[in-house]
Structures are given as structure tokens and as C-alpha cells.
């Protein structure tokens, strides 16, 4: 990889995320992580109350990027089958056809994740960690890219059920999508106050997003700067008064992705301490336990993030 | 030395301390000098555990160097030690000499097995004190010569007549010449014109972060955000040009230097102007 790509390299994305912030209003941090994580090929976690147009964000995306794109609303009663699909029984062909889920598109959002078993939030583990899903006996590649973006809604935790870590892992980032400022909520009112505005179409495509994706990887990770994400990870894991358990080293691989598809956009062929520095929070808030004294203390587990970062000498 | 005692011999498993390692450093500053400067060589260990003192440390060989003197502090918060040593040292010969990592033995607390810490290394990059001018030495000789004949001539004229001389005033220390920021980041920035590499790189980078005020491990958005109201932006743009060629990949230093120098010279004129 020579510095050259360099020259324009960050353009496309940022057409990208214009087309989103032509539709969104605000959102800056939500849009970003979309495309950080669609160019790392990570799956994103959106946490925030209803009505932060996290669903909207999605399709947008997906719709921009002239990706196929599928909805799963999570509800108490889904079926694994729901989500991968099924085998039925064809009476005119005497034999057992393979009906594809929804999770067969590029762009799949798993809205209020949390509202569905376990059994059903792993029915996904597969397709998100393995990029395949097996359906009896058959195993099915996905589309590529696939992501996963999921969202949770932190206020009603009546019929919640808690993520399992495994599958919190599985996240590249974990976003907060937070309340629009008065400007924005005027901006809101303004845009979509009457008919509902169309979304953007083929800004890019998913070959271009393809063609990011491998170029991304290039993006050069000094050695000085390899061991900083390596000891920001590992600093979770030190005895802590609030976290019972730390990151894993699929983190420290997800902060290097996610600190390169940073430098990517901005249009580097390499990363900063800054890359890692911001990576960092989306990257490690979903992956700590944190204990019950977090509760019983009044600690905000984002500013425990913010003192474990800032603990630890950047390069 | 209290926290950083050298070990002869590796100390039994069963001795050494159970510790969190969170961080095991080494720096140096500057880490481009000349024969007869001054450099400060930091070691600094932050540990999870409260500690009075830090044992089992192994300093490395500082063959080409002169210690000077040392600092040590061990600070805890309750929540973790902070172990720094401080060593200041005198190059003695000219090169690029490579300090080999300070190394910790402990239990980790993170494994339960003994193991062996070691920090990064540091390169010191050390050019030859300045040379005499033969000129000027010729001129010198000749001129002591003549001045050694005068003394002589006034005291056999003045002994005779046996006059008190009026007593000599106390010879003032010599007084070394004090390098000024603007001469050692010219110097530093000559350095790099020269020789585009990493090491030198990163000299003027630390330059420039003490220049700003930086504090141990802050990113460059953390210090232009903490700087923000400052409004030096001669100095901000130096700082965000330094980081490419501080980063990029090792084959791209040279290009990386050549779009920084002349961000980094704008500096060197700012403060030149403002001196």
C-alpha cells in the first residue's frame, strides 16, 4: 500500500454520509459510527429511547448504498426460523425446499433486539461471527457485505431479555443515540413535518463499499500505536472497583478496525492515537460487566470508560 | 534506589510481588543532543495495587552515557501506584545509541505466573560537541602570549616601585551558554531537514508537545481541545503536521517529513517574530 490511495481516498465514504446527514437531522455521532462500522465490517449496536430515527438511519443507509435491506422486528414470540429460515415440505415436488429468512440481505436491522429470547438473539451469532447460517442440513452463505445493525431501547426493560455477552461481543460498536438539540428538533419539524421525504438512492454501491473494505485494512497501524490499543484492552481486565469483567481480544481486533476505517474516511493510509482514542468508548461500553456497585454508587459506566481511556499514555 | 532496585540475579518466584501491570514506559527528552548536554531518561511504571516501592527493576547498560543524578517518586491514590525515576545523563560519545529496555519482575497478577516486564527501548541520537576553529585557537594562543607579556612588563614596573595593587575582584563563574527554545527546535528541525527519519521525528514531536504544554499521553485532540482558547495556531499546526510523519508507514517518512517542514519552519519564524 502506497500513500497515493490517499489522494481522494476518503471522498466516496463522505459523499455517503452526506446523502445520511441530507436526511438525518443531527445525529452526527450515529451516522458516523454507521459508516465506520460498514467500512470495518462490524456489526453496530444502537442503544437510545424510540423516535432518534435509529430504524431510519438504517434504511437510509442501506438505501444509499443500494444494498438489499430487511426488517426484523424482535417480539417475545419469534422463531429462530423467523430470522434464518425454514425447510418446508413441497407436495408438487414431493420433496423439502429451503425458504431463505430475512436475514439473507446486506443490511439487517434487528429492531428491539432485546425483546426476543436467546434462542433467538443466537440464532444471528452464526450469520454475525460466521458470515454463513445452516438451515437443517444445508449451510448458506449471506450476502456479502452482511451487517447487522440492532437496536435496544433502554427504558422499557419489562419483557427485556439481557443480551448474552457472547453476542454483545459480536458488535463491532455499541452507539448511544441520544435526544436532538432545540435546533435539530426544529430542523425535524421542518423536514418532516408533512410528507415523508425520499430516501437516498445508489449514492455508492456495495461493490465500492467492497472496494473500501480492502482498502481499509491497509490503513498502517504503527507498531507504537498497535501496543496503545492492546493496553487500552487490557486495561479493562485490571482489577477494577465497578467491572467484574473486560473486553476480549476481539476488541483490541475491533479497535484496530474501527481506528483504520476512521483514518480511511478522514483519508489516511494510517492511524492516529486520536483514532484509537475515539474508537475507544463504542468499541469497549458494551464488552465490560459491570457490577451491581455501578448501580447502588450512581456511577455512569461512560465516565468509568472515560477514566479507563484516559488512564492509559497514548503514543 | 527506592523503587527501581537493580537485581543481581533474577529474584525467586516465591519473592517477587503479585502486580497489575497497567503501564511500564521509558522515554527520553530530548532524544537528540550533543557530547556535553543534558538529557532527562523517565521510567515510569503504573501499577493497579498500592505500593510503597517498586523492586526487582533492572536498568539497563547506559554505557555512553554519565549519570548525573536521579529522581524517584512512588505515588499511590488508593486505586494504583504511579513509580517514576528520573535519571539525568550526560552523553560522552557521538552516535545514535539505543537504551535497552528497563525490565520488572513480578507475578502477574493477571496470569499468577512470574513474569518479566520490559519497557519500549529509546534511541538517543548524540552529534559531536562543536569543534575549535584553528584560526581561532592560533589567534587565542597569540593573543595570551601578548597578554602574558604585558602582565609580566606592568608587574616588574609596578613590583619596583612597591605600589599595593588593589585586591582582584572574585572571578565570576563561567557561565554556559543557555540554549533557547526557537535554537533547539532549529536545531532540532535542521536535524530532521538532514535526516528524514523516524527517530528525529519523533525528537521534534516531543518538541512541540513540550512546547504546548502536554500532558503524559495526550492525544492531539485532547491537547488542541484543552488549547483551543489558546489561540496559537502556528504552534497547532505544527503539532497536527508532525503526527503524519510520526505515524505513517516507515517507507513514507521521508515524504511525510517534506509536507511537514515547511508547517514546521512557519513555527520556527512565529516564534523567531514574537522573541
Known amino acids: 500500500m502506497n500513500n497515493d490511495f490517499v489522494e481522494g481516498a476518503g471522498v466516496a465514504p463522505k459523499m455517503l454520509l452526506e446523502a445520511l446527514q441530507a436526511t438525518i437531522v443531527g445525529q452526527e455521532t450515529t451516522l458516523e459510527a454507521l459508516l465506520h462500522a460498514l467500512i470495518a465490517g462490524g456489526h453496530i449496536l444502537l442503544e437510545g429511547p424510540p423516535g432518534l430515527a435509529k430504524t431510519l438511519a438504517c434504511r437510509a443507509l442501506a438505501s444509499a448504498a443500494a444494498g438489499s435491506f430487511k426488517r426484523i422486528q424482535f417480539t417475545p414470540d419469534l422463531l429462530p426460523s423467523d430470522i434464518v429460515g425454514t425447510r418446508i415440505f413441497d407436495q408438487r415436488a414431493g420433496a423439502f425446499a429451503t425458504v431463505l429468512g430475512p436475514i439473507f440481505a446486506n443490511i439487517v436491522l434487528a429492531d428491539e433486539i432485546n425483546r426476543a429470547p436467546a434462542k433467538v438473539q443466537s440464532a444471528l451469532l452464526e450469520g454475525m461471527q460466521e458470515y454463513q447460517v445452516t438451515i437443517g442440513p444445508e449451510t448458506h452463505r449471506l450476502p456479502n457485505p452482511f451487517i447487522v445493525t440492532a437496536t435496544m431501547n433502554p427504558l422499557d426493560s419489562e419483557g427485556t431479555y439481557a443480551l448474552p455477552l457472547a453476542q454483545m461481543d459480536r458488535f463491532l460498536v455499541k452507539v448511544l443515540v441520544g435526544y436532538p438539540s432545540v435546533e435539530e428538533e426544529g430542523r425535524i419539524l421542518e423536514r418532516f413535518g408533512g410528507e415523508m421525504p425520499a430516501l437516498p438512492r445508489d449514492v455508492v454501491s456495495m461493490a465500492d463499499v467492497m472496494r473500501w473494505r480492502a482498502q481499509a485494512r491497509a490503513v498502517y497501524v504503527e507498531p507504537r500505536l498497535s501496543r496503545y490499543i492492546v493496553d487500552l484492552v487490557s486495561a479493562t481486565r485490571a482489577p477494577h472497583e465497578y467491572i467484574d469483567r473486560g473486553a476480549s481480544p476481539r476488541a483490541t481486533l475491533a479497535l484496530a478496525a474501527l481506528a483504520r476505517a476512521r483514518a480511511y474516511v478522514d483519508g489516511r493510509s494510517f492511524a492516529l492515537p486520536d483514532d484509537v482514542r475515539a474508537a475507544a468508548p463504542a468499541v469497549l461500553r458494551h464488552r465490560l460487566a459491570f457490577n451491581y456497585k455501578t448501580i447502588t454508587d450512581r456511577v455512569e459506566p461512560e465516565a468509568l470508560i472515560g477514566g479507563i481511556v484516559a488512564s492509559v499514555t497514548a503514543p | ?275
Open chain 2, 1 to 275: 534506589m527506592d523503587f527501581l532496585a537493580p537485581i543481581v540475579a533474577p529474584a525467586a518466584a516465591q519473592q517477587l510481588p503479585r502486580i497489575h501491570v497497567r503501564s511500564f514506559t521509558m522515554s527520553v527528552d530530548p532524544a537528540t543532543l550533543r557530547v556535553g548536554e543534558t538529557l532527562k531518561l523517565r521510567i515510569t511504571a503504573r501499577l493497579d495495587e498500592n505500593l510503597l516501592q517498586l523492586d526487582n527493576v533492572t536498568l539497563p547498560d547506559l554505557a555512553g552515557f554519565e549519570s548525573l543524578g536521579d529522581e524517584r517518586r512512588c505515588g499511590t491514590n488508593g486505586r494504583g501506584t504511579l513509580c517514576e525515576e528520573t535519571m539525568t545523563l550526560t552523553p560522552t560519545e557521538p552516535g545514535d545509541h539505543t537504551i535497552a529496555p528497563t525490565t520488572l519482575e513480578a507475578i502477574d497478577g493477571r496470569t499468577g505466573k512470574p513474569s518479566r516486564f520490559a519497557t519500549n527501548p529509546v534511541v538517543v541520537h548524540v552529534t559531536p560537541a562543536p569543534q575549535a576553529n584553528p584560526f581561532a585557537l592560533w589567534l587565542l594562543e597569540s593573543l595570551g602570549i601578548l597578554v602574558f607579556v604585558a602582565v609580566a612588563g606592568y608587574a616588574l614596573l609596578w613590583g619596583f616601585r612597591r605600589r599595593r595593587l588593589p585586591p582582584l575582584e572574585p572571578a565570576q563563574p563561567e557561565r554556559k551558554p543557555v540554549m533557547l527554545p526557537v535554537d533547539r527546535l532549529a536545531q532540532l528541525l535542521a536535524s530532521l531537514a538532514q535526516d528524514p527519519s523516524r527517530v528525529r521525528v519523533l525528537a521534534v514531536r516531543e518538541e512541540l508537545r513540550r512546547r504546548a504544554g502536554a500532558r503524559d499521553g495526550e492525544t492531539l485532540g485532547d491537547l488542541v481541545a484543552r488549547r483551543a482558547a489558546g489561540g496559537d495556531t502556528a504552534l497547532t499546526d505544527a503539532l497536527g503536521a508532525i503526527e503524519a510523519p510520526a505515524f505513517v508507514d516507515e517507507p513514507y517518512v521521508v515524504d511525510e517529513v517534506k509536507r511537514a517542514l515547511p508547517i514546521l519552519e512557519r513555527l520556527l519564524t512565529a516564534a523567531a517574530a514574537s522573541a
